[in-house]
């Protein structure tokens, strides 16, 4: 069983975040769904079989079925099907299969639809994009960041935004495109890591009818985007051949489709944005010389969370106001330990890392207070990753320390805080979240009487 979950955890891992999930077992009965583009309700296709769920789709055509079949890996495959309004949809399908032992006991399917990949200019409205006032902040640099995309939001010149997971590379892209003179135009936001290398060009250029097999006339990003905005997400991840193309296009501002014979004008901005170091792309030459000089004319530095220590504050109050709007509540803020352990955690997946905790802790959370209760998983995760960073004053500051040590020391440190802040055993119990009787096990146990 280990075995099986660890294979299905690593698939799912290897997913983007829009991708959509499938798990089906040796007899095609779906036992997980995420399948959001085929019914609002993923969970009612749970129990059905697979061609029960999805009655476009045969033995031939369904890729999980296949898979069953052979046992083996069908990789980025087209599947179409009809969704529950009646609708076509078309897929790019993965089907893993997973065994235990052996054998063959099931498929994890990940689709895409296509529909996310070419129709995203024609749904984005711009009062759905994140403004320039969305980027919440008291921090010297991020203020500079935003006097600087002042400057820059009515040119055409490209932008490079350069920033770590999670620091908010897109809410800059956006807050770019709707301050600017083009905020009436489509917005395009594409993650260049999730097309599949075959589908690249038809996705960037478009197609004509009857160019490849089963092609449909169909717009590209650049025609999508026309008079807009193209912002492309993980730059770093195109291939050299398509980085080619695209500078190209950025040269000459003309797009072919597959298939085509002619070439379109097209008028867009293009935003761009990586989580690596441009030194450390350019060395690796994974990212062309002359590509990157020509989307790099204006670049954009994200610093990340850790070096903004003054925004969890702000950053967190922000949040907390969003989720009791959202969740109905009246949580007013942290606990002064939580606070502490906020202020002190590094922060790896930055700001969507802390809008996650928050949101997980108002699941767990069952006061007006966010209690340290409430963010135990955040607590594994410091125990786990033991990054944690002090006050040079800190007592328990001890570079050389055994983990099990330093954990103890940090409970000690706690427990000592809340005693002092406090004016009574038991309160500073339930500040700590435990009960009395452990607080004065603890007690003794640290000698801290």
């Not at 070419?118 to 403004?131: D, I």
Request: hydrophobic fraction near 35%; charge should be neutral; charged fraction near 25%.
């Amino acid at each position: 069983m280990l075995e099986t979950l660890s294979q299905v955890q690593k698939i799912i891992d290897m997913c983007e975040d829009n991708t959509e999930i499938v798990i089906c077992n040796k007899d095609g009965i779906i036992e997980y769904c995420t399948c959001k583009y085929y019914t609002h309700l993923p969970s009612i296709l749970v129990g059905s079989h697979i061609l029960d769920a999805y009655p476009s789709l045969n033995e031939q055509t369904s890729t999980i079925m296949r898979t069953l079949k052979t046992g083996k890996s069908i990789i980025n495959e087209k599947q179409i099907l009809i969704n529950k309004e009646n609708q076509q949809i078309t897929l790019i399908s993965t089907s893993l299969p997973v065994y235990e032992k052996g054998e063959l006991i099931g498929v994890v399917d990940c689709s895409r639809s296509l529909k996310t990949l070419n129709s995203t200019a024609s749904s984005t409205k711009n009062n759905q994009l994140f403004q320039l006032d969305d980027i919440i902040t008291q921090n010297p640099q991020m203020l500079l960041l935003k006097e600087q995309i002042q400057r820059i939001k009515d040119y055409t010149s490209t932008v490079l935004i350069y920033g770590e997971t999670g620091t908010g590379k897109e809410l800059v892209a956006q807050s770019i495109h709707s301050s600017s003179k083009r905020r009436g135009k489509p917005f395009v936001s594409q993650n260049c890591a999730a097309i599949p290398l075959n589908l690249f060009e038809s996705i960037f250029f478009g197609t004509e009818k009857g160019s490849y097999t089963g092609a449909e006339t169909q717009k590209g990003l650049f025609e999508f985007a026309d008079g807009g905005t193209l912002f492309l997400d993980e730059i770093n991840s195109m291939e050299q051949s398509m980085q080619v193309k695209l500078l190209k296009v950025l040269e000459d501002k003309k797009v072919r489709r597959i298939g085509g014979h002619k070439d379109i004008s097209v008028d867009v901005r293009i935003l761009c944005a990586t989580n690596e170091r441009l030194e450390e792309l350019l060395a690796s030459k994974r990212l062309r010389e002359d590509l990157y000089y020509r989307i790099s004319i204006v670049k954009i530095q994200i610093p990340p969370l850790r070096e903004r220590t003054d925004d969890i504050s702000i950053l967190t109050d922000y949040f907390i106001k969003q989720y009791n709007k959202q969740m109905g509540r009246q949580i007013k803020g942290l606990s002064e330990m939580v606070k502490s352990i906020f202020n002190n955690w590094s922060w790896p997946g930055n700001v969507r890392e802390l809008k996650n905790v928050i949101e997980n802790a108002f699941n767990q959370s069952s006061g007006e207070e966010i209690l340290l209760k409430d963010v135990q998983e955040l607590i594994k995760l410091i125990e786990y990753k033991s990054p944690i960073t002090f006050d040079p004053s800190d007592s328990i500051l001890q570079k050389s320390i055994h983990l099990p040590n330093m954990m103890e020391a940090y409970e000690k440190n706690l427990i000592q805080y809340a005693i002092k802040n406090t004016d009574s055993l038991t309160e500073a119990a339930c500040k700590l979240s435990i009960t009395p009787q452990s607080l004065n096990y603890k007690i003794s146990k640290y000698k801290l009487r």
